[in-house]
């Protein structure tokens, strides 16, 4: 038999996939799992030609031609680095590793460090779109050796999403490149879902709108500038019915979210170089306080809610105030999200293309949205653009959008709804263009009870003063 073209470690739901989606493309795909069942599985379920399963890993290595490339589809974390330890004695100088999974980038930089001085090159890759992207063209996001680049890409591009006829894979940059736009793809990821659940709250909890009302809302904001994937299933999952009892499904599932780590992480990053993406990490905090049910139900019954109960006496009104603050907060979120890309890269030396990045998440990824197009020409026009809200279609959009925004978190506020991801895109609004934030407060406290200087609008330089009566 011909030798394969690529082989797959890790045989559930998404290798699986991946690997089908590859032997789809005329790909000869070796795959091995760590249990034998799950490789049986497969084939049984999932016959294929082009196909074909290996029990022995050194089998399974000896069935690829060079350079040998083996895609890792496993567990983040130390399952990654126990296959690495498994495959080094196993492969020759010039053979390639690429982990498919959600790994932390500083993981893939030392692993890619680390393989680098057995001569093996090793390639993080993003890979977005769940399930269903990887079995018919995800979102794929590669770094790694760009000389090595060539041996993986027409595997990778001809498996990926499409969005105008050109493939959602591209080079992102060296070392843990890959990982990183992966990690913070996701944190948009929570941002925009979060904005997602804080308008069907307004429009439930303050215009008493119904799921079925809801579903025709979201199902006709999909046919305009909020055309995306998440708006698209939204409206789909108001419209389920409970296949376990009378009613919506909605209405029977618990109010409280798990999450990965990747808003995490993307939170994290931020705080460490210094850019600020409040709407991420408001949407990772957001989850977190969802899983306190107990807690929160306690409280209810203890702290009073102190509202002053504002209703909507035009429900259209409403309904277009929440569209337009939506959009308004997506692109807030997108602003802060592409920020810490383009800091990462001056910080990392990744010299990232973020019109590029911008272009592969238009199909294939879980944010795939229309309004990307608009981001990718916008890093087109000006790939220096330091933040998103400054492209003058932006600023026009936010110019006509940004007062609906506004009165729909004071509306929450008023109500005592939770919305930490659009009162944070207010809040990041107002400090990006504010010609005050108190910091010269700040600076003064910062002397006065410890000696760290200040520094004056009027020459230059670091001053302290000597505070009057102060203990």
């Known amino acids: 038999m011909k030798r394969c073209d690529i082989g797959i470690i890790g045989l559930s739901v998404m290798g699986r996939s991946l690997a089908l989606n590859m032997a789809d493309h005329g790909f000869q795909v070796a795959g091995y799992n760590r249990s034998r069942t799950v490789t049986e599985q497969v084939v049984q379920q999932h016959p294929h030609d082009h196909l074909h399963p290996y029990y022995d890993l050194q089998e399974f290595v000896s069935a690829l031609q060079r350079p040998r490339r083996i895609m890792l589809m496993i567990k ?32 893939t930089r030392r692993r890619s460090a680390r393989l680098a001085e057995q001569g093996l090159i090793y390639f993080g890759v993003g890979i977005s779109g769940g399930e269903e992207g990887a079995r018919r063209g995800p979102s794929i996001m590669p770094g790694g050796d760009p000389e090595a680049y060539a041996a993986i890409r027409p595997i990778l591009e001809a498996v990926a999403a499409t969005a105008e006829g050109a493939p959602c894979c591209t080079y992102i940059g060296p070392d843990g490149a890959g990982h990183y736009v992966k990690m913070v793809h996701n944190g948009i990821e929570y941002a925009d879902m979060q904005l997602i659940a804080e308008s069907y709250l ?9 799921n079925t009302e809801l579903a025709d809302l979201f199902s006709s904001w999909n046919q305009g500038e909020l055309k995306s994937f998440l708006i698209g299933i939204t409206a789909d999952i108001f419209r389920e019915s409970d296949d376990l009892a009378d009613g919506d499904l909605l209405d029977r ?21 210094g850019v600020e993406v409040s709407m991420i990490t408001a949407a990772a905090g957001a989850r977190v306080m969802s899983n306190d049910l107990a807690l929160r139900r306690q409280a209810a019954g203890l702290l009073p809610a102190q509202t002053v109960s504002v209703s909507a006496e035009d429900r259209a009104a409403l309904a277009e105030q929440v569209r337009q603050a939506l959009y308004a907060a997506k692109i807030v979120a997108y602003a802060q999200g592409f920020a810490l890309m383009r800091d990462a890269s001056e910080q990392y030396q990744w010299s990232l293309d973020l019109g590029s990045i911008a272009s592969i ?4 990824c879980i944010i795939q949205a229309d309004f990307l197009n608009d981001i990718t020409a916008a890093f087109r026009k000006d790939p220096a653009l330091p933040n998103l809200m400054l492209n003058p279609f932006f600023r026009d959009q936010l110019a006509g959008h940004v007062r609906s925004l506004r009165t729909a978190a004071s509306l ?7 919305l930490p991801a659009m009162t944070s895109a207010i809040s990041y ?3 990006f263009r504010a010609q005050h934030v108190g910091a ?9 009870f410890g000696a760290h200087t200040y520094e004056r609008t009027d020459r230059p330089g670091h001053f302290h003063h000597e505070w009057r009566n102060h203990q």
Do not use: H, M
């Not at 998440?361 to 294939?364: E, V």
């Not at 010269?440 to 006065?448: E, V």
């Open 202 to 210: 307004l429009l439930k909890y303050v215009g008493g709108f119904s």
């Open 429 to 431: 609004y107002d400090a």
């Open 412 to 418: 929450g506020i008023a109500n005592g709804l939770p």
């Open 76 to 107: 983040a974390g130390a399952p990654v680095d126990g296959v690495i330890d498994q495959l080094i004695p196993l492969l020759e100088p010039g053979d390639i590793i690429l982990d498919g999974g959600n790994s932390f980038f500083e993981d």
């Open 361 to 364: 998440f238009r199909a294939g």
């Open 440 to 448: 010269n407060l700040i600076q003064a406290q910062r002397d006065c």
């Open 253 to 273: 599932i618990v109010d409280s979210a798990a999450q990965k780590g990747t808003g995490r992480w993307t939170s994290i990053e931020s705080l460490k170089q």
